[in-house]
């Protein structure tokens, strides 16, 4: 079933302001703590520094009405710098891949691509774009490959 989650993006603190919203929540985080250094080896991503390698790479936690909150270290090695208005993304999670490409496409009008949708390491199709009006999203499609697209 499709749903809207919320993003957050920090500095260093991910895990601390996790394990703080999980104190104020309850719950547990839905797949433990992934880590950068959890990423594969890969020509397309450098190597990661090694003070960044234990950096939250994602996490969730449910807090209310199956809403998820879930967030990630966003290392400066990796090209982000972490600025208040730009460390939240409203996160969709679409059924279908056709209707991914058909959102992205349309939000991404008259605003900024980041990344481009693609299939992922981790098995989902992702992608993330500002829209014009500076508002960030990000897309998360667990549909697989239809080989007949």
């Not at 749903?3 to 999980?22: C, D, H, P």
């Not at 703590?33 to 994602?58: C, G, T």
């Not at 090209?79 to 409203?90: D, L, Q, T």
Request: with cysteine; proline share 5%; hydrophobic share 35%.
């Amino acid at each position: 079933m499709a749903q809207v989650n919320t993003y957050l993006n920090f500095t260093r603190s991910t895990e601390e302001a996790f394990n703080f919203y999980k104190s104020v929540f309850g719950g547990e985080f839905i797949g433990g703590i992934s880590r950068f250094s959890d990423i594969p080896p890969s020509e397309k991503i450098p190597p990661l520094p090694e003070e960044d390698k234990n950096l939250v790479m994602h996490i969730s936690l449910p807090i209310l009405g199956g809403h998820l909150l879930m967030g990630t270290d966003a290392p400066e090695s990796m090209g982000f710098k972490v600025n208040s208005g730009n460390n939240v993304y409203i996160s969709l999670h679409p059924d279908t891949r056709e209707d991914t490409r058909r959102l992205f496409k349309s939000l991404s009008e008259g605003g900024k691509v980041e990344q481009e949708l693609q299939d992922m390491f981790w098995g989902d199709y992702y992608g993330s774009l500002k829209d014009r009006f500076g508002v960030q999203w990000m897309f998360i499609c667990s549909e697989k490959i239809n080989l007949a697209e």
